[in-house]
C-alpha cells in the first residue's frame, strides 16, 4: 500500500510538474504573439497612416544619376510610361542611356561622354505620337528616336583667337620649337580676349617631355574652338498642349542660351548671360509668350522673356542655388545654406524656409487630377520632404541619400515618385488613392500665422496719454471694473427672479403646468386680427381649467372678446385662438396689450406676454 501511495504521488507531482511547464510554455508563446502581434498592428498602421505605397528598392542597381538626366515618357505610344536615364557609370565609362520598364531594364545604349541632361519631347506631328530623347552630352545633343539614333547635333563652333591660330601655323612649318610655342601661348593666355583652345589649354598642362609628341600629332589638324552643353530644356512650340510639339533649349559653357528647331535642329533664338548657366526651367510657348528661368554659376538667378536677349530680371541669392523648379507663377529655389525660397517670377521675396539638412536635389510634384502641385526636396539627412508653398505636407524616409528625383505616370500610375540614391540604388514609390495632403505645415513649430506681420497703427497723442494714465490707476480701474460687474449680475439675478415670481414670461416655470404661449398680430388698422397660440408642453399630463384674459388701454383699443376659457389642453397639440382688436386713436400711436393666462380661481398668471401692438395705418370710422 505504501508503494502504490508514493507511486501515484509521484505520478501526481510528474503530472503537476508537466502541466506547470506547459502551462509556462503557454505563457511565453502568448506573451510573443502578443508582441508580435501589437508590433503587427503597429506597423499595419504606420503603413496605414503613410502616403506611399513601396512598389520597389533595389540598392544594386548600379544606377549613378542625377534629376537633370531622368524623366518619364511613353516611348511606345502604347499608354504605358517607361523611365530613361542617363547613367553617368564609373564617371570615366560605362556611361549609358538606360530605359526600365517596370522593375525591369528594358534597353540600353552606350554614350560617348557624360551626359548633362536628358529629356523627351514630340519633334513631330506624325503618327503614332511618340517621343524623342534628346541626350546633351558634351558639345553634342544625341537624339533617339525608337530607341535608336536618330540625330546628331553640333553647337556652332566659336571665334578663334587670330595670334593662337598663327603660332600654331609657325609651329606646324617648324618655325618655332616647342618651349617657344609654349612661351607664346601662355602670353596670349594671360592678355587675349578671345580665350584659347582646348588643344592649346591641354598643350599647356604637358609635363616638357610629352609636348613634342603632342605638337606631332595634332598641328596639322586645323583648330577649332567648342563650347558644351551644361543644361537642357525643352519649350512649347505653339501650342500648350501635352502632346503639342516642342523646341529644345539649351544652356552652354560660354554662357549663351540656345532654342532649336524641333524639326530641322536650326537656331531658332539665341540669348546672353552674365554667368555660365547650370540650371533651368522654361515654361510658355515659342510663338506667343514664354519665360526661361536660369540659375547660374555666380549665384545669381536669371528671367529671359521673349524678344529680349539680355535678362529681364535678377535674382540675387545669399548662396549658390543647388535646385531650381516653377510652382504655377512662383519659383522656388533650394541653396547651399539649407534654405529654401519662394520668389515671384519677376524676382520679389516670398518666403523662406530652413532646412534640417543640405539639399541634394529638388524636383515638382505635380498631379492634375487632384490639383494638387508641390515641391520635392531631397536632403542629406537621407529624407524627401513635400512642401506646398512653404508648409511641410509629407516627409520620406530613405534608406539612402537621394540624388535624383522624378515623379510622374510610370507604367499606368499617375503618381509615381523614383529616386536614385547615392550609392546606386533605385526606389519607385507610388502614392495611395487615398493620399490626403492638409495645408497646415507638419513641422513642429510656431503657427504660420505668427510669422504673419500685422499692421499696427501709428501711436497718437491720445493712445499714449491713455496708457499712462491706465498706468497711474491699474489698480482702481480694475477695482471699478469689478464692482461694476458685480453689480450687473445682481441686477440681472434680481430682474429673473422677478420675472419667474411674476410669470412674466412667455414660457411656465410650473411643473404641473408646463406651458408656452407665442402671439401674432396682423393687418395694417384700424382692425387688428391678434392669435395666441398656447401649448402643453408635457410629456403625457394634461392641463384643465385654463383662463386667458386680455389687459389695455381702453381708450386706444377695443377687443371683441377679451376673456376665454380654455377647458382643457392635451399635450403636445397647439391651440390657436383668435380675437379682434379696433384701434380708437388717429393721432398714429401704439401702446401694449397684456396677455395672462390662469388656472381658474388663482389670482397668479401662469404666463404673461406684452403685445406690442403696431401703429394703425387707417382712419378709424365713427
Known amino acids: 500500500m505504501h508503494v502504490d501511495g508514493s507511486a501515484s504521488s509521484a505520478d501526481s507531482l510528474g503530472n503537476c510538474s508537466l502541466k506547470e511547464g506547459w502551462y509556462r510554455n503557454r505563457g511565453i508563446w502568448e506573451n510573443k504573439l502578443i508582441t508580435m502581434s501589437a508590433a503587427q498592428t503597429e506597423q499595419e498602421n504606420s503603413m496605414a497612416s503613410s502616403k506611399w505605397l513601396d512598389a520597389h528598392y533595389d540598392p544594386v542597381a548600379n544606377l549613378y544619376t542625377f534629376s537633370s538626366c531622368m524623366a518619364l515618357a511613353d516611348l511606345h505610344g502604347d499608354g504605358e510610361s517607361k523611365l530613361v536615364v542617363g547613367d553617368l557609370g564609373t564617371g570615366a565609362n560605362n556611361m549609358k542611356l538606360k530605359v526600365f520598364r517596370g522593375t525591369g531594364l528594358l534597353s540600353e545604349n552606350t554614350l560617348l561622354d557624360l551626359p548633362t541632361g536628358l529629356v523627351a519631347f514630340l519633334m513631330d506631328q506624325h503618327e503614332p505620337r511618340t517621343p524623342a530623347v534628346a541626350v546633351a552630352s558634351g558639345p553634342y545633343i544625341y537624339v533617339y528616336k525608337n530607341l535608336r539614333p536618330y540625330f546628331k547635333f553640333t553647337l556652332p563652333s566659336l571665334e578663334i583667337n587670330g595670334l593662337e591660330q598663327d603660332v600654331w601655323i609657325q609651329a606646324r612649318e617648324d618655325m618655332i620649337d616647342t618651349m617657344t610655342l609654349k612661351e607664346m601661348l601662355e602670353g596670349i593666355r594671360d592678355k587675349a580676349e578671345v580665350p584659347l583652345s582646348v588643344r592649346s589649354l591641354r598643350f599647356l598642362m604637358l609635363e616638357p617631355q610629352d609636348m613634342e609628341a603632342f605638337v606631332n600629332l595634332h598641328k596639322d589638324q586645323p583648330i577649332r574652338r567648342q563650347t558644351v552643353i551644361t543644361c537642357i530644356g525643352t519649350l512649347k512650340k505653339n501650342m500648350a498642349d501635352e502632346d503639342a510639339v516642342s523646341c529644345l533649349v539649351i544652356g552652354t559653357e560660354n554662357k549663351d542660351i540656345f532654342i532649336l528647331d524641333p524639326e530641322a535642329f536650326t537656331i531658332l533664338s539665341k540669348m546672353s548671360l552674365p554667368s555660365v548657366p547650370t540650371m533651368m526651367d522654361v515654361t510658355g510657348q515659342f510663338d506667343v509668350e514664354f519665360r526661361i528661368t536660369v ?4 549665384g545669381n538667378i536669371y528671367i529671359l522673356r521673349r524678344d529680349s536677349p539680355q535678362p529681364k530680371y535678377c535674382i540675387e541669392l545669399a548662396a549658390h542655388p543647388v535646385g531650381l523648379v516653377r510652382i504655377g507663377k512662383n519659383v522656388v529655389v533650394g541653396c547651399a545654406q539649407e534654405t529654401l525660397q519662394g520668389y515671384t517670377q519677376k524676382g520679389k521675396k516670398l518666403w523662406t524656409v530652413y532646412l534640417p539638412a543640405p539639399v541634394t536635389t529638388m524636383g515638382v510634384m505635380d498631379l492634375p487630377t487632384r490639383g494638387f502641385e508641390a515641391v520635392l526636396v531631397a536632403l542629406a539627412s537621407c529624407e524627401v520632404h513635400v512642401y506646398r508653398d512653404k508648409n511641410l505636407v509629407s516627409t520620406i524616409k530613405t534608406p539612402d541619400v537621394v540624388t535624383s528625383i522624378c515623379f510622374g505616370r510610370y507604367g499606368r500610375e499617375d503618381g509615381t515618385l523614383i529616386m536614385s540614391t547615392k550609392g546606386g540604388g533605385l526606389i519607385v514609390k507610388i502614392l495611395k488613392r487615398t493620399a490626403v495632403f492638409e495645408d497646415r505645415d507638419s513641422a513642429p513649430g510656431p503657427p504660420l500665422a505668427q510669422s504673419i506681420r500685422l499692421n499696427v497703427p501709428k501711436k497718437t497723442k491720445l493712445y499714449v496719454d491713455q496708457t499712462m494714465r491706465e498706468r497711474e490707476n491699474a489698480v482702481a480701474m480694475h477695482r471699478a471694473f469689478q464692482m461694476d460687474l458685480s453689480r ?16 412674466l414670461t412667455p414660457m411656465s416655470s410650473s411643473i404641473t403646468e408646463p406651458l408656452k404661449m407665442n402671439a401674432v398680430v396682423q393687418g395694417l388698422g384700424p382692425s387688428f386680427k391678434l392669435t395666441l397660440n398656447i401649448q402643453n408642453t408635457a ?18 383699443y377695443s377687443m371683441k372678446t377679451a376673456f376665454f376659457k380654455i377647458p382643457l389642453l392635451v399635450p403636445g397639440l397647439n391651440y390657436p385662438i383668435d380675437t379682434f382688436v379696433e384701434c380708437l386713436t388717429d393721432k398714429g400711436i401704439s401702446d401694449i396689450i397684456k396677455v395672462f393666462v390662469l388656472r381658474e380661481g388663482k389670482s397668479a398668471p401662469l404666463l404673461t406676454a406684452h403685445i406690442n401692438m403696431p401703429i394703425s395705418e387707417g382712419l378709424p370710422l365713427n
Request: charged letters at 25%; hydrophobic letters at 55%; glycine letters at 0%.
Open 539 to 556: 410629456a403625457s399630463r394634461p392641463v384643465m381649467n385654463l383662463v386667458v384674459c386680455f389687459l389695455f388701454d381702453e381708450r386706444l
Open 295 to 298: 540659375a547660374c554659376r555666380n
Open 488 to 503: 450687473l449680475r445682481l441686477a440681472a439675478a434680481r430682474a429673473y427672479v422677478k420675472a419667474l415670481e411674476s410669470s
